[in-house]
């Protein structure tokens, strides 16, 4: 499969990221009697999501309360309001430590500011995506337990990758762009056409990162009226994740939902995980002191 920019369907139901200099008013909910708040800068945003790093840890899978001045161009509602108050399902949160702090960068999935009852109810409930609204809004169930959270966590992030099929017997080799649908250090899933299944040995390349390295495919995924994916384990190489959360080199990864029978036991929505460099607010700085 040819890797190309033109416009895909997963690309006409992802929002447009914007940079931003935003500031939000975080909320976490611990139990019926403990919250936590943090006011922090937005580092990318869209219609349906959001990037910013917190002082404290959030568990992925669960909801969190955000209040920002929203740009309106990127508001389903509440387009007359100062703020815009919106719930978000955690989809990462990875601990990092900058000049000797630890921070964790946090991505959310905006699920809108109607509160689910079952939150209400249980503040430690666990959710995960089931679809996207016609608002652009992330929808999501309950789930009956806690996320397990991988030991390399995956990055729903789009990369242009090479992989290359190695027939030792025929001497030969088959090579093919595709694009990755995520990627962790440890592998990748990939969308691509090549005649590889289980087993198989194959050269993965990233020429955006520099990276290199043979892969065994573990799994491939037939899907309906959309190409296979292959999902690789990389052999030789660890991918360089940390500087994936730096890099203006991804876009959104095409978006899927989690099956009933799907063994991933992470929450797996196409947010862009950049942390972009930020530029003037659209909406221009706020004062939540009194929220």
Not at 47 to 67: E, Q, S
Not at 117 to 136: A, C, D, H, K, V
Not at 190 to 196: E, G, I, K, P, T
Request: glycine share 6%; proline share 5%; aromatic share 8%.
């Amino acid at each position: 499969m040819k890797s190309t920019r033109k416009s895909t369907k997963s690309e006409s139901r992802t929002a447009q990221r914007a940079s931003s200099a935003l500031k939000t008013l975080v909320k976490v909910r611990e139990s019926d009697n403990e919250v936590w708040k943090d006011v922090t800068q937005v580092t990318t945003v869209s219609k349906n999501g959001a990037g910013f790093d917190l002082k404290r840890p959030c568990a992925v899978g669960r909801l969190i309360t955000l209040v920002l001045p929203m740009p309106n161009k990127l508001r389903v509602y509440d387009h007359e309001e100062k703020l815009y108050p919106v719930m978000g399902l955690v989809q990462y949160c990875n601990e990092s430590n900058e000049d000797g702090e630890t921070v964790y960068h946090v991505g959310v999935g905006f699920i809108g500011k109607i509160v689910p009852g079952s939150f209400r109810l249980n503040p430690l409930q666990s959710y995960r995506i089931t679809g996207m609204s016609s608002e652009s809004l992330w929808t999501v169930t309950e789930v009956d337990t806690p996320f397990t959270i991988r030991r390399d966590p995956r990055y729903w992030v789009a990369f242009d990758v090479s992989v290359t099929v190695l027939q030792k017997e025929k001497r030969t080799s088959k090579k093919e762009n595709a694009v990755t649908q995520n990627i962790g250090a440890g592998g990748a899933a990939v969308v691509c056409q090549l005649d590889a299944q289980a087993g198989d040995t194959v050269k993965f390349g990233c020429k955006a990162f520099d990276f290199y390295t043979m892969a065994t495919v573990r799994e491939r995924k037939e899907r309906k009226n959309l190409p296979p994916t292959l999902h690789l384990e990389f052999v030789e190489n660890r991918f360089p994740v940390d500087k994936i959360v730096h890099s203006d080199k991804a876009r959104p990864a095409e978006i899927q939902t989690l099956d009933d029978d799907d063994d991933d036991t992470t929450p797996n929505v196409g947010l862009d995980i950049s942390h972009v460099p930020a530029h003037a607010s659209q909406a221009g700085e706020f004062d939540f002191t009194n929220f």
